[in-house]
């Protein structure tokens, strides 16, 4: 059963800071890792979908790397916007499931504070 | 392109009632799937439609049912409902197989009285 964990659950930044968030998985037989961020209240955003065959994959001010060997993807977001405090989401489709079924992580809280 | 749309956006039922939540694809999106998001279960998998056959089905009650048209757009059935439905229920849609980017809508809030 493919597990998925999101560390920090919480993070607190200064606006203009870079940081980095963090997601494992348990079962490296995924044909992607997709990151959304989700507003409180709201849908999800899709922001980048990495495919297994791909190290990285970078949109504007964000960037996700895969390492599949090891379970791990992290999205670093460069220079910190009060606009990107939301909480941040990865999921996985499992290969043995065909179709879109998608397991998620907890998801980190960000704050950019002013 | 319109992205996906849900409706209602709001819904308030009462334990026992049934409720039926409705979600149109992107145009050309021929996957719809469903989850329910609570605070304390976060995003949970309920089911998938491709092509108005069930694909993929994830662990919960029959009291929870789908269907999809042949325009690709996807209903959600809850029956009986019971005080622990009280969730965000998001739709998501892709093109084919849903190794593509899976787009999510805004979701419906429902509150179990």
């Known amino acids: 059963k493919q597990e998925v964990t999101q560390i920090p659950a919480a993070l607190s930044v200064p606006e203009g800071e870079n940081l980095v968030l963090n997601c494992s998985f348990t079962d490296s037989a995924i044909y992607n890792l997709q990151w959304f961020r989700q507003d409180p209240g709201k849908g999800l955003t899709s922001l980048l979908l990495?495919?297994?065959?791909?190290r990285e994959q970078t949109s504007g001010r964000l960037n996700a790397s895969l390492d599949k060997s090891s379970g791990r993807s992290t999205l670093y977001i460069a220079a910190s916007q009060p606009g990107d405090s939301a909480t941040y989401l990865c999921?996985?489709?499992?290969?043995?499931?065909?179709?879109?079924?998608?397991?998620f992580g907890e998801g980190t809280q960000l704050t950019v504070n002013p | 392109k319109a992205g996906v749309t849900q409706t209602p956006r709001y819904l308030i039922k009462t334990r026992g009632q049934q409720v039926t939540l409705s979600c149109s694809p992107i145009?050309?999106?021929?996957?719809v799937s469903w989850y329910q998001q609570t605070p304390g279960q976060g995003l949970q998998f309920l089911f998938e439609y491709f092509s108005e056959t069930q694909r993929n089905k994830g662990n919960f009650p029959g009291r929870f049912s789908g269907r999809q048209f042949s325009n690709s757009r996807s209903e959600m059935n809850v029956s009986t409902l019971e005080l622990g439905d009280s969730a965000l229920y998001l739709c998501a849609s892709s093109l084919l197989t849903g190794q593509e980017t899976q787009y999510f809508g805004p979701g419906t809030r429902l509150l179990v009285l």
């Open positions: 990495i495919q297994s065959s791909q």
């Open positions: 999921a996985v489709p499992l290969k043995e499931t065909s179709g879109s079924r998608l397991t």
């Open positions: 145009s050309g999106h021929r996957s």
